[in-house]
């Protein structure tokens, strides 16, 4: 498989909202290919790495690219939201970071199935022993629930419309590739290309990775069990790439850093970091990328 080599959305912001220049463990908990991973590692010699990846693909990319740091890295296969129950060092945890996007790896595998520029099943799991792919969702959900997904993962105005199409579509052999699906979409829709409108085929591809991944399920406890863990002076860098992901994470930080109990961090963003115009010019992918920063009191 000879995909490109993914690109690290806001490292720079990353290493310097997680003062990584001071020596510590860092935990990557979505890793990726261990863009970030390299960077932490690389801005000091005695910081040490653990990091998780579900994608097993991604995994193994990571392996190779943080090969140079053998002896400072711990990698699982597990979902993030597994970290509270590893045997953590936490007291000398210095810094988390979650990049919650898609990596190019991922959306540049055809076969993967998260991209609607390419040919490809319709599958979009991160981890593939999950039994659940786009396709079973498709054919499987009821009316209702796929207009709920699509309304509430995708936040698209033809929700229950599209559901309804999609129940006809998938009677025949209308509804096997991401192909069939973005013509589907694009026909309900009435797509017509038109300059800074989001292709309506991303908010359903969306919806549908966000069902199959549990993406959203468990995010605001994370956070939470997390930062309890967390020593004072640790501090927790998120990326998210979409609104419904950035809300949780910007809500969870507000709520424990005052509110009706007492303050568990303190916020060191006050609005969320955006990619330079540098980087979005270099990486168009970057250009819905937010970061927030929170520093355990």
Not at 120 to 147: C, Q, V, W, Y
Not at 158 to 163: H, V
Not at 246 to 266: H, M, N, P, Q, W
Request: a positive charge.
């Amino acid at each position: 498989m000879n995909t490109p080599t993914h690109v690290p959305v806001l490292v720079q912001e990353v290493l310097r909202g997680l003062d990584a220049g001071v020596p510590g463990v860092y935990i990557d908990g979505t890793l990726g290919t261990g863009g970030h991973a390299a960077a932490l590692l690389e801005a000091h010699p005695r910081s040490s790495l653990i990091g998780l990846e579900v994608d097993e693909l991604s995994l193994e990319r990571a392996l190779t690219r943080l090969a140079a740091f053998e002896g400072r890295v711990s990698l699982y296969q597990s979902d993030y939201r597994n970290l509270p129950d590893l045997d953590i060092p936490w007291p000398d945890v210095r810094g988390v970071v979650l990049d919650l996007g898609l990596s190019s790896f991922q959306l540049d595998a055809p076969e993967r199935g998260f991209s609607f520029n390419s040919e490809g099943p319709l599958d979009m799991r991160f981890d593939l022993r999950n039994k659940t792919t786009a396709h079973k969702i498709l054919h499987k959900h009821s009316e209702a629930r796929l207009a709920q997904i699509f309304r509430e993962f995708g936040e698209l105005r033809q929700a229950r419309l599209l559901a309804r199409r999609v129940i006809s579509a998938r009677k025949g052999d209308g509804l096997q590739t991401t192909t069939q699906l973005r013509r589907l979409v694009e026909e309900v829709c009435r797509w017509r290309p038109q300059k800074g409108k989001v292709h309506p085929a991303a908010k359903v591809f969306q919806a549908l990775r966000i069902e199959v991944n549990n993406e959203l399920d468990g995010l605001d406890g994370f956070l939470e069990r997390v930062l309890r863990l967390l020593a004072p002076r640790a501090r927790m860098a998120v990326i998210t790439f979409h609104s419904l992901e950035d809300r949780i994470v910007k809500r969870t930080f507000l709520r424990l850093a005052g509110g009706e109990e007492k303050s568990l961090v303190r916020i060191l963003t006050k609005k969320p970091v955006t990619p330079s115009a540098d980087e979005r010019a270099a990486n168009s992918r970057s250009h819905s990328a937010k970061l927030r920063i929170a520093e355990k009191i």
